[in-house]
């Protein structure tokens, strides 16, 4: 059995969650997405949510340990503000590249 | 260049030339592309930033996290302890959760015990002294037996 440590269970669980809240955002917008992507890009698409949620959970990760998870508890306001600052932080990273 | 990116699409399919191009017509189309992936994937993190998400599954995740990975600690001391024995690894894992269950359904046991005796005695009291009197007499009662 794999050593594992609360770092790599917080990456793989919030990757996989934010990747499915993505999904399920995409799916609630479907009919405007694929309207702008043919098969191929919507398909690549799906390859950067993979790699964007697996980058978000990774700074959250590093984000609640260094303010002391697990042995200290995170209340679920501080955890949305941080998870929050990441993700803006992202979202303006991405548009920033698609004007440039 | 001006215009927005659809614009910009939408003259490339029907032929002609953009002005101002910045040259290969092929690369360009790439960079659109990608730029309406971007465009997406930012509208999709600021959907998520707004807990707007059909799913909405990343309120007080970590909570969750913290037990599955005492789950998983649980699971494995268990697997190494008993020599690689996958299924007491599991039962090990499932009794972090279950120990905690059995302890939240002692207390809702009593509570529905109580509330139901108080439903037999047909008491013409309203919801909210019905709730307290419960919480009361469950109170006593747990702290009595544990």
Same mark, same amino acid.
């Given at each position: ?8 269970? @917080? !990456?793989?669980?919030?990757? =996989? ?5 993505? +999904? ?12 702008? #992507?043919?098969?191929?890009?919507? #398909?690549? =698409?799906?390859?950067? !949510?993979?790699?964007?949620? &697996? ?7 590093? &984000? ?17 503000? $941080? ?18 | /260049?001006?215009?927005?990116?659809? *614009?910009?699409?939408?003259? #490339?399919?029907? %032929?002609?030339?953009?002005? %101002? ?14 730029? !309406?992936?971007?465009? $997406? ?22 909570? /969750?996290?913290?037990? &599955? *990975?005492? /789950? ?10 008993? %020599? %690689? ?10 009794? @972090?959760?279950?120990?905690?269950? @059995?302890?939240? =359904? ?16 047909? /008491? +013409? ?6 709730? !307290?009197?419960? +919480?009361?007499?469950?109170? @006593?009662?747990?702290? &009595?037996?544990?």
């Amino acid at each position: 059995m794999k050593e594992k440590s609360i770092k790599e269970f @917080v !990456i793989e669980i919030y990757s =996989l969650l934010i990747e499915e809240n993505i +999904d399920s955002w995409l799916k609630s917008e479907e009919a405007i997405v694929r309207s702008k #992507l043919n098969p191929q890009e919507f #398909l690549s =698409l799906k390859i950067k !949510i993979k790699s964007l949620s &697996a980058e978000i959970a990774g700074e959250f990760a590093d &984000a609640v340990i260094k303010e002391g998870f697990p042995e200290k508890e995170i209340s679920p306001q501080k955890e949305k503000k $941080i998870l929050n600052e990441i993700m803006s932080k992202y979202m303006e990273k991405i548009k920033n590249e698609s004007t440039n | /260049m001006g215009g927005s990116r659809v *614009y910009k699409i939408k003259k #490339l399919k029907t %032929g002609g030339k953009i002005k %101002g191009s910045p040259g290969n017509s092929s690369n360009f189309l790439n960079a659109v592309e990608s730029g !309406i992936q971007n465009q $997406i994937l930012s509208q999709a993190v600021g959907a998520l930033i707004s807990y707007s998400t059909p799913l909405n599954t990343l309120v007080c995740t970590l909570k /969750m996290v913290k037990l &599955a *990975y005492e /789950m998983y600690s649980k699971g494995k001391e268990a697997y190494d302890s008993s %020599g %690689g024995d996958e299924n007491e690894a599991i039962k090990a894992a499932a009794g @972090v959760v279950i120990e905690k269950a @059995v302890d939240k =359904l002692k207390s809702e046991a009593i509570r529905i015990a109580v509330s139901s005796a108080i439903g037999e005695q047909k /008491m +013409d009291i309203n919801d909210t002294a019905k709730t !307290i009197i419960v +919480d009361s007499i469950s109170g @006593v009662i747990e702290g &009595a037996l544990t």
